[in-house]
């Protein structure tokens, strides 16, 4: 898709604009194609927040936005070359019997899309295969990749499972299976995905020692888990406490039951580290989580990773916090902790609903952020009963403690 010098120039000079503005001028412009600077700018716009690294690079071009939509974060996408090349380096340290060296280990990206994924995940290895059906996204790859020094990267134009049949077999595969049904809603089932990746499992797994396979967070991880047999580990992700994707790791070998498959929750935020945790739901299921109904210093609100793995118990377990009500997903504790994965909040004062109690205590407040868990009224309501505007400093919580009372708990959010 060559573009001319003055389509190129136009990019480059309005490239901050509002593009619906642009899209309105374009007759003083004749000498640009104007759609496709319309395309490239929306794109670099959506890139500079995204994949940052990407809109640096003035070579690099966009497709349509329903494909910058689907495609992965900067951040995700290097997540995901951070479990292959943690794996890559653990089999080195540890072979398997009568395994021989791979000093180029090579890789398929069965979905191509973008290449994001492939971008990121392809620096793991010696040589890597972009696969995609879309011609117009496999002309982008070609002439992206090497734009960003990907030159060991081969682009395919190509239906996913045609080539899984075809090809040759190789280290590890990557593949991001369409949420979309034909009227464009979005699916959730394995099996409603396409490629259906349980039909396909044995077979991917004979053409690679491991499989990366991206699913969408709105997936349900037990049914993920009994639907795929090979499933060695399990990542859900978030970025800025918004799940994102859902990653099963699966590998050749003895398969491990459910309850042993580690599951990392990672939550990406503004801190330079992830906030993660790891369990096991054979873990879960063997901790403790004891409840209270009394408030101590500090309130903890778990991240969208943790919520969707479920791991209440092993939270309680593991950073010695109490849960306020077995349905109400909040910890507290008198002392703070830092590392918790999720928001963390000093209590300054608590009461019940009664409108005596809620005027002493919010006296002073004309807004508030707040928030409702386990508790009979939505935000919009509560915010209505209580006449609080939305935003400050002020945080809270109304929800249920252990003996049932409903409380209104005011607090401020810590780092």
Known sequence: MPLSQDTLRFIREHRRDDVRSLALQARRYPSVDMPAAITQISGWQVAKEK??????????????????????????????????????CTEQEHPAKDSAPAPAATFTDLTGGFGIDCSFLSCCFGHATYVERQEALCQIAAHNFPALGLNHISVCHADSVCHLQEMEPVDCIFIDPARRDGHGGKTVAIG????????????????????????????????????????????????????????????QGESLP????????????????????????????????????????????????????????????????????????????????????????????????????????LAAEKKANLTVRNFPATVAELRKRLKLAEGGDTYLFATTLADERKVLIRCQTIG
């Open 258 to 361: 459910t309850d042993d498959v580690p599951i990392h929750c990672i939550n990406f935020t503004s801190a330079p580290a992830p906030q993660t945790l790891v369990f096991t739901r054979g873990q879960e299921k063997e901790c403790t989580c004891p409840c209270t109904p009394q408030l101590k210093s500090y309130l903890y609100e778990p991240n969208a990773s943790v919520l969707k793995a479920g791991a209440f118990r092993s939270l309680s377990s593991l950073y010695k916090v109490e849960k306020l009500h077995p349905n109400s997903h909040l910890y507290t504790s008198d002392s703070l902790l830092p590392d918790f994965p999720g928001r963390k909040f000093r209590i300054s004062s608590s009461c019940g609903f009664s409108k005596k109690e809620v005027k002493e205590m």
């Open 51 to 88: 994949i940052p690294a990407w809109a640096k690079n003035d070579d690099i071009l966009y497709p349509a936005h329903l494909s910058l939509e689907q495609c992965s974060s900067q951040a995700t996408a290097q997540y995901k070359a951070e479990i292959i090349a943690n794996l890559l």
């Open 192 to 251: 409603d995905c396409e490629p259906d990746i349980a039909a396909l499992e044995e077979l991917l797994l004979r053409k690679a020692r491991h499989v990366l396979v991206k699913l969408s967070p709105m997936l349900d991880l037990t049914l993920a888990l009994n639907d795929l047999k090979h499933v060695h580990q399990a990542h859900i992700v978030s970025v800025g406490n918004e799940c994102k994707e859902l990653l099963l790791l699966l590998g």
